[in-house]
Nanobody, 128 residues
């Protein structure tokens, strides 16, 4: 059974930082792109970032570009999201997700439909 478990969320003041982790019990972890999404209260879930299965390429939503960094450690089956210069509008439940296909180009994994496995989410709250 595939499990993705996020951790690292919490309450932080505007301008602060948090690092989210996502541990995956996915046998094919090193061959799938990994993504981060978020859902704010009353809003639809939105794409945040994706990292290629090789770790060599990343892509970010415009709203987080320059502030967030996605990385992965294939030896630990873990993907990370470093969030700096946090803003109140970053408040959301953050989800990690695994591409439903192995080995495809990272730029093809941008929408919820591209990801087949999801974590339960971790709450990030940024106070002003």
């Amino acid at each position: 059974q595939v499990q993705l478990v996020e951790s690292g969320g919490g309450l932080v003041q505007a301008g602060g930082s948090l690092r989210l982790s996502c541990a995956a019990s996915l046998r094919t972890f090193s061959s799938v792109n990994m993504g981060w999404f978020r859902q704010a209260p009353g809003k639809e879930r939105e794409f945040v970032a994706v990292i290629a299965w090789s770790g060599g390429n990343t892509y970010y939503a415009d709203s987080v570009k320059g502030r967030f960094t996605v990385s992965r450690d294939n030896a630990k089956n873990t993907v990370y999201l470093q969030m700096n210069s946090l803003k109140p509008e970053d408040t959301a439940v953050y989800y990690c997700a695994a591409d439903r296909y192995r080995g495809r180009d990272y730029y093809m994994a941008r929408t919820e439909e591209d990801f087949g496995f999801w974590g339960q989410g971790t709450q990030v709250t940024v106070s002003s």
